[in-house]
């Protein structure tokens, strides 16, 4: 699907999750929060040994998730908003899980951009598993084996896992969905590996992509739709700083001015849209150098991006935002020390630039991500040197909307079942 060679560089992102117990038609669940843990940094999966080296981090993570699970407010049924704590650079959150009876907890990394629910596992060689939780089916009461059921997915970064499939009781917060399909890893590819506190991922994309055969499992969010008070979730993610994830509800505390709504194209099984234009640096200054240098009405101008389009999908799990080459050099050419550097894997600048602001527009709403968070990373420990946040979409087919685009907006991933929406305000 992707090119495994490709030379981004890229880290997962997080998402958090809801859930509802069985479908019931008396009542609806309501709607639910969850914390995310901060995960010990890794980049998901580097296309190159090199830019992994490059790009480690470390962090302890808190040693017990118990005592997250301890400190999570989970707040009355139809209410809840849970802090996510983002790990340096903003690499990746984890949200902990219950597996099975009695609970297994396992913090897996929610990702818009895929379909799975997939964990390590007992089944998972010893040799592929370095600290990560695993979900032992052979240990819950509840967990029932899908005969003849198999997985195999591949990332856009070249990272695999494939496996058997168990339904297990899954419960987030404090509510469970009997029934959910939980994929048990066989095999897991070496970024997952050395991701250690990353116990498996849990997919948000749409259940048209899930990888399970002969028959194809739903997304936990599909399976709790129906039991939410509406069939929403919002991610307001943030720059070094905990955000927030609610499932079920709007909380019109997140976000300030109005919600722009723009059609899902799922027809790929990702939140594909189109934003409806975009501009480097800010707008004011643009304004003014065109008013300086007004074109006849007849010319347009030729990068006049003030109203081209971008067709992308808003994806929890990549990190970056990867853009079409055009606006990645339109970006940097307005930063004097950027290059685009194969040893790096992407464009890289000196870590005191000054970047400009990237800003986009769905409907009436402008969203701005500050120039400071495009500066992902510095690229080596002498931080003389540091990592775009906006990169090549080269070869993906589409952009992609990672956390570096969607921190800067109070999202909605609408799903009615029929006709999904994603809502941008901005915060
Ligand atoms: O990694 C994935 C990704 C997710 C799910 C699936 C998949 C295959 C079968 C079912 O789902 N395949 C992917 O490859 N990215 C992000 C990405 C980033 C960079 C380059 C390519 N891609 C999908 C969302 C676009």
Known sequence: MFPPSSSIIFAAGLT???????????????SFSIPQVRNAGYVRHGPTALARAYMKFGAAMPDSLFQIL?????????????????????????????????????????????SDLWVFSSETPAS??????????????TSKEVSGA???????????????????????????????????????????????????????????????????????????????????????????????????????????????YTDVDSSDGFWMITLDSYSVGSSTSNLSSRAFH????????????????????????TTLALL??????EYYSQVSSAAN????????????????????????????IPGEYINYA????TGEQCFGGIQSDADIGFSIFGDIALKAAFVVFEDDGSSPRLGFAQK
């Open 16 to 30: 958090g999750l809801a859930v509802a117990a069985p479908s019931s038609p008396f009542h609806k669940m309501g």
């Open 378 to 381: 510095p690229v080596d420990t």
């Open 70 to 114: 301890a400190d999570f407010k989970i707040s009355k049924r139809d209410t809840g908003s849970a802090a996510a704590t983002p790990e340096q650079y903003d690499i990746q959150y984890l949200t902990p899980v219950s597996l099975g009876t009695p609970p297994q907890i396992l913090n897996l990394d929610f990702d818009s951009g895929s």
């Open 294 to 317: 007004h074109r006849p009405s007849t010319f347009p101008s030729p990068s006049d991006s003030a109203s081209t389009p971008l067709t992308g999908i808003a994806d929890t799990g």
């Open 150 to 260: 198999t997985w195999d997915i591949s990332y856009g970064d070249g990272s695999s896992s494939s496996g058997n499939v168990y339904t297990d009781v899954v419960n987030v917060g404090n509510a469970t969905f009997a029934g959910q399909a939980v994929e048990t890893a066989q095999q897991v590819s070496s970024s997952f590996t050395s991701d250690t506190n990353n116990d498996g991922l849990l997919g948000l994309a749409f259940s048209t992509i899930n990888t399970v055969q002969p028959e194809q499992q739903k997304t936990f969010f599909d399976n709790i739709r129906d039991d939410l008070d509406s069939p929403v979730w919002t991610a307001d993610l943030k720059h070094n700083e905990p955000g927030t994830y609610n499932f079920g509800f709007i909380d019109d505390s997140l976000y300030t001015g109005k919600i722009a």
């Open 341 to 368: 550097s194969q040893t790096a894997g992407g464009y890289v600048f000196d870590c005191d630039a000054t970047l400009p602001d990237f800003t986009y527009t769905v409907g009436s709403t402008t969203i701005t």
């Open 324 to 329: 079409p080459d055009s606006v990645c050099t």
């Open 128 to 141: 592929q598993v370095k600290g990560q939780a695993q979900y032992n089916p052979s240990k819950s009461s």
